[in-house]
């Protein structure tokens, strides 16, 4: 009989450490969709931004009945914050394809708990240069569309349609990413919780 309550406990603790266990499967599989989907929506951000260019003619002034014209063009280089969103939802794209890889073919690897500590804290680091990035291009983004009477800055985008609307075309993968980045590190972060709740701990004997 004594020997019997002595096992209960035992097959309890199992118990709980299968469920982890199947919590932290479920928890891989989510953060794996999250990831494809993160790195998708920064790469398009990117690229869609990186091709942001339109060149217009515009009538700038006039010499009696014949007007001058200008050749404009607008590129994302010529504005910093256009030019760091690119940047930014780039590494983003490169730190998630590696994550991916890590999750798909470095399951194997030692120190998982350490490795679930520095992902974590890469996690968080990207999370914060995409939401950097994509509020920095959607303030020039509002400037561009309404100008700003205070400073007198004019708006553009009445003279550059296109490249205002691919601009703002950009930026919703971006908030999209910066969504699913915001996810993935807090399921990081369960994922490290139940990493120390199925770790081991060896009773001392008196």
């Not at 990413?177 to 199925?198: D, P, Y």
């Amino acid at each position: 009989m004594a020997s019997e309550g002595k096992e209960k406990p035992e097959v309890v603790g199992s118990k709980q450490e299968n469920i982890i266990r199947a919590r932290k499967g479920k928890h891989d599989q989510i953060v794996l969709v999250l990831r494809v989907v993160a790195f998708l929506a920064t790469a398009a951000a990117s690229i869609v931004m990186g091709l942001n260019k339109e060149t217009k003619t515009l009538v700038v002034g006039a010499i009696g009945s014949n007007p001058i014209t200008a050749t404009l063009q607008a590129k994302f280089q010529q504005t910093p914050a256009f030019l760091f969103f690119v940047i930014a939802n780039a590494l983003a794209s490169v730190h998630n394809l590696v994550m991916l890889a890590l999750e798909i073919f470095g399951g194997k690897l030692a120190c998982k708990g350490f490795r679930l500590v520095i992902i974590n804290i890469l996690d968080m680091v990207i999370l914060a240069v995409v939401a950097a990035g994509a509020s920095s291009a959607a303030f020039m983004a509002e400037l561009g569309k309404n100008g700003n009477s205070h400073a007198k800055w004019n708006k553009i985008c009445d003279k550059f349609e296109r490249f205002c609307h691919q601009s703002g075309g950009a930026l919703i993968p971006s908030f999209i990413a910066l969504l699913l980045l915001l996810l993935i590190s807090a399921i990081s972060i369960i994922k490290l919780h139940n990493q120390k709740l199925t770790t081991p701990h060896h009773a001392t004997t008196p």
